[in-house]
Every structure is written in structure tokens, then in C-alpha cells.
């Protein structure tokens, strides 16, 4: 009976971290491969706020291979704008973050961060990048 807890106990950790490193690598994709931003700044009319015109314009004067995450660093340089353009940074603090929330939320000790965390964030990284290149 034990060995059968005890297996279904691993059998849980590996489906929550298969999910966080899914759901990292989907938002790498989503934020850096897909027209997303301006769908949904079309849908809700939030077009100016968001510079999109002016992204628009961007991409078709100076880089047309050009997404929204780079067109924001390059037009507004700073820390926020290097860390969303960025899929190397912006994997390693969504990693955190979600690592953190299974840390807090789900129970998991405070050491299981130093565990979950290097994996977590090389396995979302390489998944993004091997479905980058299939795309």
C-alpha cells in the first residue's frame, strides 16, 4: 500500500512540473511568436496605449521580421523592456514565478525551489526554442 502512495505521490510532481514547464514554454511562444498583442489590443480598443500603431509603422519602415517584445526595447530601452524581449530572462523569472506559487500554494518545502527552479527553467527554454524552430 505504501509503494503505491508513494508512487502516485511522483506521479503528481512529475504532471505539475510537466505543467509549468509547458505553460512556460506556451507563454515564451505565444509573447515572441504570435501577432497576440495586437488581436487583443484590436479586440479591446486599446491600440494607442499599447503602441501599436506605432509598432505597426516600426515593422514596416525598419525591421519587418520585427516582433512586438523587440520593438518595445528598441524603442523604449530600460530594465522592464530588456527583461519581456529577452527569452532568456523573461523564461528565468516566469520560472521563478511559477516555481514559487507551487512552493507557496501547492505545499512543496522552500528546497524544492533549488531542485525545481535550474530544472523547471532549462527544460522550458529548450521546449520553446525546439517548437521556435519547428515553426
Not at 100 to 123: E, K, M, Q, R, W
Amino acid at each position: 500500500m505504501h509503494g503505491k502512495m508513494n508512487e502516485f505521490i511522483m506521479a503528481i510532481h512529475l504532471l505539475l512540473n510537466t505543467s509549468l514547464i509547458c505553460t512556460i514554454s506556451f507563454i515564451l511562444l505565444i509573447w515572441f511568436e504570435s501577432d497576440l498583442m495586437q488581436t487583443l489590443t484590436k479586440l479591446t480598443g486599446t491600440r494607442s496605449l499599447f503602441k501599436i500603431l506605432e509598432f505597426e509603422k516600426y515593422k514596416l519602415e525598419e525591421d519587418v521580421m520585427s516582433n512586438y517584445a523587440n520593438f518595445l526595447y528598441t524603442k523604449y530601452p530600460g530594465y522592464f523592456t530588456k527583461l519581456i524581449s529577452c527569452p532568456i530572462c523573461l523564461c528565468f523569472w516566469s520560472t521563478l514565478l511559477l516555481c514559487g506559487f507551487a512552493i507557496t500554494y501547492l505545499g512543496y518545502p522552500l528546497y524544492y525551489l533549488l531542485f525545481l527552479l535550474p530544472v523547471n527553467y532549462i527544460s522550458s527554454l529548450y521546449l520553446y526554442l525546439k517548437i521556435k524552430n519547428l515553426l
